[in-house]
């Protein structure tokens, strides 16, 4: 499977030498759990978007420091890929900064959360057993780094996990689109650096709290099989109706 990897943003540069750029991240987690995967990648965040919808098989996004509603061209230009790609029935999976961005597009609402930041990990239960969620399990445990959460999904939504923290965690729209505010792509070593990092923008607290979670088991393969399955069953669909 080929999949376009939507860019929207860079590792930190202090950051890169020990866990890379983001495509390099996302290409060691999902060649892990299928080495047949191939990424191309659009860097969005500098205005570069594909300009063909069916480039590749399916598409991601990355995360980003950006928020969905800060109002910058390339963002508003990548909303309208994400239409354009709702509207051919082209398989899309929004990580954190895509799953808001999938809400925005298709006319959800995405807020600064008043619960404040999300980091290290995030325990979420699961509210839905979707086809594609082989093998099964009744939780999903992913590091997270968020301020703003989706509120309220797009019209046609399934809500599919959740926590008190995040109450819309993980979505399906129609067949096509799955949102995740989790990042399985970040290794736990990563996220301890970043939040390192970020200690003048975190309360010192929640960087106290999110260290110390980061003992707990991660389902970054689990997320990363059923992400696939969901996108070759979205796939197949599409073929059967073609």
């Given at each position: 499977m080929r999949i376009g990897l939507l860019q929207c943003d860079d590792v930190d540069e202090a950051l890169q030498p020990r866990h890379g750029n983001y495509p390099a991240m996302f290409e060691r987690l999902f060649t892990s759990v299928d080495p047949t995967v191939e990424f191309r990648v659009w860097r969005c965040l500098d205005?570069?978007?594909?300009?063909?919808?069916?480039?590749?098989?399916?598409?991601?996004?990355?995360?980003?420091?950006?928020?969905?509603?800060?109002?910058?061209?390339?963002?508003?230009?990548?909303?309208g890929f994400v239409r354009e790609l709702w509207a051919a029935g082209k398989p899309l999976v929004g990580i954190c900064f895509g799953?808001?961005?999938?809400?925005?597009?298709?006319?959800?609402?995405?807020?600064?959360?008043?619960?404040?930041?999300?980091?290290?990990?995030?325990?979420?239960?699961?509210?839905?057993?979707?086809?594609?969620m082989e093998p099964w399990q009744e939780s999903l445990d992913l590091v997270v780094s968020h301020q703003d959460q989706v509120v309220r999904m797009p019209e046609g939504s399934t809500l599919l996990a959740e926590s008190d923290?995040?109450?819309?965690?993980?979505?399906?729209?129609?067949e096509t689109f799955l949102g995740v505010q989790g990042h399985p792509e970040f290794a736990k070593a990563y996220s301890a650096d970043l939040m390192t990092r970020r200690r003048d923008v975190v309360p010192v607290n929640r960087v106290r709290e999110g260290?110390?979670?980061?003992?707990a088991p991660v389902d970054d393969q689990v997320m990363a099989r059923w992400i696939l399955n969901f996108l070759r069953q979205a796939n197949e669909r599409r073929g059967s109706r073609g």
């Open positions: 205005g570069e978007l594909p300009d063909d919808v069916d480039a590749v098989d399916a598409w991601m996004t990355t995360g980003s420091k950006h928020g969905v509603k800060d109002g910058d061209a390339w963002i508003e230009a990548l909303c799953h808001q961005l999938i809400a925005r597009a298709l006319g959800g609402e995405v807020v600064k959360s008043e619960r404040g930041w999300g980091v290290g990990m995030s325990f979420n239960r699961l509210t839905r057993h979707a086809a594609w923290f995040c109450p819309i965690y993980v979505m399906q729209v129609g260290l110390a979670s980061l003992n």
